[in-house]
């Protein structure tokens, strides 16, 4: 990951961190953040990071597993070095004017801003973003790029640009981290503090709806071919079309589905395009009619019929279920 200029932030003592958590922040995407500084000062044996949690408003934040997280209004910070901005759900009725002023306030004197899942929503609506590349999580880039015309939207696992940096999930929030440790104190510690938690980095990849990368170390083509079925749900390609792209027979495409997977490639690809139906039924207004053009069906009726027979109920049923 190409990181922050560490001279930017270059100093002797310990990194002054703010960790901004928002009402309804996910909580691994909090200890993706937090953990690998913690991580980082043990392994290092002194004192890289200093963090501090900050709310909006001054009140605790209430994590989406119930836990509360108290701080001080991050208004009350005169100058930190880095901000972590970690949220998840209800973005914009938390991101209000006063919070964008004091972002804008902090990164005009010099803090790198980091937005975390969520995290990124909240850098945009306080303008920082404009001229820069970001990521956010794959669910909401499409809406995240059409809302925000003046960002390079990409969707890419971690964006830097400048002195933000954009994490879309709780896993890159990880690998962002990482990769910060790496820019400032070298990569024996970064990589010190990944072994810390077991965790081996992916390959440099934009995000995929599913988790590719053990498939890949399985079998490669098929995770080319689950990739160009993501890439394709809203117009969804023949089979044999997309074995002749992977240079294999149809027969030989599914005897490596099967060993791989457990699945056909059909039954894949109907089960992805499922998966996508049941989150826009549940994350986005969106009519019924629209999400079946959404994940490639032409015909409302054979929707309808392919939904019940994957979630035991209609889509209208499943929906009121979380509402």
């Known amino acids: 990951m190409k990181s922050v200029d560490p001279k930017r932030i270059s100093k002797s003592g310990p990194l002054d961190t703010a960790v901004l958590v928002l009402d309804d922040t996910n909580m691994l ?5 937090v953990d690998p500084m913690r991580a980082a000062n043990r392994r290092a044996g002194r004192i890289l990071f200093r963090w501090r949690f ?3 408003s001054g009140k605790p934040a209430r994590l989406t597993a119930g836990l509360d997280v108290p701080g001080p209004a991050l208004a009350t ?40 899942d969520g995290g990124p929503w909240v850098l945009a609506r306080a303008g920082l973003l404009d001229g820069h590349a970001a990521t956010v999580h794959w669910e909401d880039l499409e809406d995240f790029s059409t809302r925000h015309e003046k960002i390079d ?16 999930g709780a896993a890159p929030a ?16 970064a990589r010190d503090v990944g072994n810390a938690f077991l965790y081996d980095p992916p390959p440099a990849q934009p995000q995929s709806r599913r988790a ?24 969804p390609l023949p089979v044999r079309d997309i074995a002749r792209t992977l240079g294999l027979s149809v027969r030989r495409l599914e005897v490596r589905f099967q060993v791989a997977i457990r699945q056909s490639p059909a039954k894949a690809y109907m089960s992805m395009r499922m ?7 549940k994350d986005t207004p969106q009519t019924a009619a629209a999400i079946a053009m959404a994940v490639g069906f032409s015909s409302q009726a054979s929707f309808a019929r392919a939904f019940k027979q994957a979630y035991g109920a ?9 509402e």
């Open 54 to 56: 900050a709310t909006v």
């Open 153 to 168: 939207v990409r969707p890419d696992r971690v964006v830097v640009s400048g002195p933000f940096l954009t994490a879309a």
């Open 29 to 33: 995407a909090l200890a993706a953040a």
């Open 174 to 189: 990880l690998e962002m981290m990482l990769g910060l440790v790496e820019e400032l104190y070298g990569g024996a510690l």
């Open 77 to 116: 910070f005169e100058k930190v070095d880095l901000v972590l901005v970690c949220a998840s759900f209800r973005t914009s009725i938390q991101t209000t004017h006063a919070l964008g002023a004091t972002l804008r306030r902090l990164a005009s004197k010099g803090a790198i801003i980091a937005g975390i």
């Open 212 to 235: 590719t990368v053990e498939i890949a170390r399985r079998d490669p083509i098929v995770a080319r071919a689950l990739q160009l079925m993501e890439t394709t749900m809203g117009d």
């Open 275 to 281: 998966a996508e139906a049941m989150r826009l039924a």
């Open 314 to 322: 209609p889509l209208r049923e499943v929906r009121s279920r979380f």
